[in-house]
């Protein structure tokens, strides 16, 4: 089988979107004095998809979330040329080839994330020609289902917050992600914001439901050394990316600082990324995202660095590319799942333009045996939601 194309498109969303809020999502800009829209360049609200065309008639379907139209630009002019006429089985060649020659500007950010891209696509082929689904391919079905946490919970009015939080309760959910909505530059009021914002959803969900708190690189070292111990009476199973993703050795700081696990990886690449964070015990969580990290090639390696090290993987996003490193693994013991809704930050656009990815039961997610490659296709019923850039 050899490698005929690949086929690039970028999805922009035009249909309705939820209006922004104020500390809707305590983030990297915050720090900056111009406090606008602060969470404006974190919005998903476009999408790359990847389509490697093979001489069988077998297509491989790929996605990029980060920066679309520059994914689109590196894949068409730098990685398409390195993998046609390949064959799709040599997929560790492919990557080194796709890593090696973009090495001096592609190794982090958007260069991995369009390498991702063409290697989830590869695997969706190699599944589709064997007649598997990608997770047998990489372990097979490590659980009888995959349980999953409810991630939204964007800061926003308590009562509403509670609302929400409630809802996944009613749903079955066993396990759920919230956003602070204030950090440093918001002093003390916004420290008693950030607990008080706790104090609501663990009123409602009681001491028995997993409870997880996303700072999205919002806040510094000196601001979470300071709240995290004010923090220990909700007992979050984990606080998430407090600080840049650079800034490792924080990571690492607080991670010992207190009894509170702090997570991360949703920023960070490759398996030499996460060998880095795990070498310092940094993170208590991984979190890749693999249509980030390098695609499957590289999460599979990074689950067994992080089972040597009994770290547990609970990628960003779930979405069906991360679920099959997650059902294939015991070093990863769940998954993120994004409630579907109205498209607001953008990680349920993903729900518009693809179809496949299962629906969770009573907070619990299942692959299907035997449906080969990924499962997934493009959702044709959104397209006049979106401008298409072919
Ligand atoms: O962990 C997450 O789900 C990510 O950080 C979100 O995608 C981001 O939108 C911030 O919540
Ligand atoms: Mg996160």
New binding site residues.
């Given amino acids: 089988m050899k490698i005929t194309n690949v086929r690039t498109r970028v999805f922009e969303w035009k249909g309705h979107t939820v209006p922004p809020q104020a500390h809707f999502?305590s983030?990297a800009m915050d720090e900056l004095w111009d406090r606008g829209d602060s969470?404006g360049t974190?919005?998903?609200h476009g999408w790359t998809t990847v389509e490697v065309e093979t001489d069988s008639g077998i297509v491989g379907l790929g996605n990029v979330a980060l920066a679309p139209r520059i994914a689109k630009a590196i894949i068409d002019q730098y990685l398409t040329p390195l993998v046609v006429g390949q064959d799709p089985f040599d997929y560790e060649y492919l990557w080194q080839r796709m890593y090696r020659s973009t090495h001096a500007w592609g190794r982090k950010g958007i260069g991995m994330a369009a390498i991702s891209g063409v290697d989830i696509a590869i695997w969706d082929v190699m599944g589709k020609a064997l007649g598997k689904p990608v997770f047998k391919l990489l372990g097979g079905r490590t659980k009888e289902k995959i349980p999953c946490y409810a991630?939204?919970l964007?800061r926003t009015d308590l009562n509403e917050m509670q609302r929400e939080a409630q809802s996944y309760l009613d749903q079955g959910f066993k396990a759920m992600?919230m956003?602070f909505g204030y950090g440093p530059k918001d002093g003390p009021q916004g420290v008693r914001e950030n607990l008080n914002s706790v104090a609501a959803v663990r009123e409602v969900i009681g001491e028995d439901i997993d409870l997880m708190l996303?700072c999205?690189m919002g806040w510094n070292l000196e601001y979470a050394k300071r709240i995290l111990p004010k923090l220990e009476r909700f007992q979050p199973r984990w606080l998430?990316?407090p600080v840049l993703a650079d800034d490792i050795d924080g990571y690492a700081e607080l991670n010992k600082l207190t009894s509170i696990p702090i997570s991360g990886g949703?920023h960070e690449f490759t398996h030499y990324g996460f060998r880095q964070l795990l070498e310092q015990r940094a993170v208590s969580v991984v979190?890749y995202d693999t249509n980030r990290v390098g695609g499957i090639t590289a999460a599979r390696k990074v689950n067994a660095i992080a089972e040597a090290f009994s770290v547990p993987v609970i990628p960003?996003?779930g979405q069906m590319h991360n679920y099959h490193l997650t059902m294939s693994s015991l070093a990863s013991p769940m998954s993120?799942f994004?409630p579907v809704h109205d498209v607001e930050?953008?990680?349920e656009l993903f729900y518009y333009l693809f179809k496949g990815d299962p629906e969770p039961i009573n907070g619990f997610l299942d692959l299907d045996d035997d449906v080969p490659g990924l499962g997934l296709e493009l959702n044709e019923q959104y397209f006049d939601q979106f401008n298409i850039i072919e």
Wanted: glycine letters at 4%; aromatic letters at 20%.
């Fill in positions: 999502c983030n969470m974190f919005r998903f991630s939204k964007y992600k956003r996303e999205y998430e990316e949703e979190q960003h996003a993120e994004f930050i953008g990680n």
